[in-house]
């Protein structure tokens, strides 16, 4: 208001002076003082506009390109009001500069998600995508975007859930390119605009599947001797049996009961295995505590039927690593692991075979517990499976020695949860050789006073 008032001011004094000095020029040389006057008036306002014209053109070129700092000064009108443009321009900039921070972060946030998130425009075409999105869908986020989503995502799932305009519920989608299964949820937004959320759920629907299967599994290996206890305890009910008929029948149903308890007992080892902690570092366990009773309860199981040979003696009693060895574990996860390897060999050698149980090092330190034997071998197809639960080659074998297919999956949890890896070597006919392979870090030289024994 005083800018404006300064300006009034200064041209009603160029008018005014103007007019004084017209009048006085009419007056002194034409003798037409009002004319004069009017003329010096005119005069005085067009210089005093002169400057302003200047002023509001230089503010004018300023704001064809407007830059905060460069703007024109001066304390009257044009420079007040270049001021306040600049000070508005200032104030929408760090606005700007503020929203642009804000939406980096949110899309920065998006960008993390481990859900993608692909938006779609009214004709559905890509507008933006993050990278876990791209993943899923096997898209490029630069390259696709602006493409119509339907030309690259051609899932017929995809497609017809896409058009059907109901989105309540989420679909599975199964990209078969990249073997993933996912869970795609639709969403409207703004004006016709589409969200498409995609999770990965190949993970937890093969885990429901295991489940799924195991539990099935358990429920068949109960079932069976389940069955044959109620067979044999109809018979006792309704039939008089002999005393020799009553004994054999009571060991048939002794022997199922064991089927049974070993079956419950394996699934405790597994779900022991699965739900503890991971064995301590630095629990030593003397090698010779172990390795002892393995051969003891190895050549129990046998019965003086296989040749069983044990080649372990002289690194437990010192020879070149005086003391014998301790390992790092827990000694009752590593018998197991130990006794199953060997119960197998037992089992799957005929009579008369070879059985060697063998403790080795290899150059690089790490620990090698062996159980070699000239049973029946796997074929070759079947070793990657063996640690599966229930995985047999055949079942009736197994059943029929007392197995549980569990043995194999309890030895690769123990070995798994001490660092180490199982190694299966075998050929049909010719025998089979699993290996323990312990890290080197969890192995050292016996200390008679400190080492834990088992
Ligand atoms: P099981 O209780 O059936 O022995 P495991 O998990 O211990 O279960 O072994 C899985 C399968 O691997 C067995 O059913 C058997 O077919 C095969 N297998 C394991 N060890 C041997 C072996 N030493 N010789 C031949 N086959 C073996």
């Known amino acids: 208001m005083s800018a404006l008032f300064g300006r009034w001011l200064w041209l009603v004094t160029w008018m005014s002076v103007g007019a004084v000095l017209g009048g006085w020029f009419g007056e002194s040389f034409f003798h037409r003082l009002e004319l004069g006057a009017w003329f010096g008036a005119a005069l005085g306002i067009a210089l005093g506009s002169a400057r302003d014209v200047l002023r509001a053109y230089r503010v004018l070129r300023w704001l064809r390109d407007p830059s905060i700092g460069s703007a024109p000064r001066g304390g009257e009108l044009w420079g007040e009001l270049a001021y306040y443009i600049e ?3 200032q104030s929408r900039d760090r606005l700007l500069a503020q929203e642009k921070g804000q939406l980096t972060q949110f899309l920065s ?3 993390a998600s481990p859900n993608g998130v692909l938006m779609l425009d009214a004709d559905e075409q890509i507008s933006w995508m993050n990278s876990a999105s791209a993943d899923h869908f096997g898209l490029d986020p630069q390259r696709d975007r602006g493409q119509r989503v339907t030309n690259l995502v051609r899932s017929p799932a995809f497609v017809g859930h896409l058009q059907s305009g109901d989105y309540a519920e989420p679909i599975t989608v199964v990209n078969h390119g990249r073997n ?6 639709l969403r409207r937004y703004g004006e016709g605009l589409k969200l498409v959320i995609t999770s990965d759920v190949t993970e937890r629907l093969r885990a429901e599947g295991m489940r799924r299967d195991f539990v099935a599994n358990v429920s068949h290996e109960i079932r069976t001797p389940l069955t044959v206890l109620s067979g044999f305890v109809e018979t006792l009910v309704s039939i008089p049996l002999g005393e020799a008929e009553q004994r054999h029948v009571f060991g048939l149903m002794t022997q199922q009961t064991q089927r049974m308890q070993t079956l419950v007992a394996d699934l405790l080892t597994l779900a022991q295995l ?3 902690p991971r064995p301590p570092v630095d629990r030593w366990v003397d090698l010779a505590g172990l390795l002892g009773p393995v051969e003891t309860e190895t050549r129990g199981l046998s019965k003086g039927r296989h040749v069983v040979d044990v080649q372990f003696g002289d690194v437990l009693q010192g020879g070149d690593e005086p003391g014998g060895l301790a390992l790092a574990g827990n000694p009752t996860e590593l018998m197991s692991a130990f006794t199953n390897l060997c119960s197998n060999a037992v089992r799957y050698t005929p009579e008369g075979g070879r059985i060697v149980l063998s403790w080795k090092r290899r150059d690089n330190g790490d620990g090698v517990f062996e159980v070699r034997d000239s049973g029946i071998g796997i074929p070759r197809e079947h070793i990657p499976r063996l640690t599966e639960r229930f995985y047999r080659v055949d079942g009736s074998r197994s059943r029929e020695s007392g197995g549980t297919g569990l043995g194999l999956s309890i030895v690769k949890h123990v070995m798994q949860r ?5 190694e299966i070597d075998s050929e049909p006919g010719a025998g089979s050789c699993f290996r323990l392979v ?5 192995l ?5 006073t400190s080492d834990a024994s088992t």
């Open 418 to 422: 001490h660092g180490g890896a199982i």
């Open 87 to 89: 000070r508005a321009l």
């Open 444 to 448: 050292r030289v016996r200390s008679l």
């Open 109 to 111: 946030a998006i960008e």
């Open 438 to 442: 312990f890290p080197a870090a969890r």
């Open 180 to 185: 993933l299964t996912l869970m795609v949820l």
């Open 274 to 276: 699965e739900g503890s």
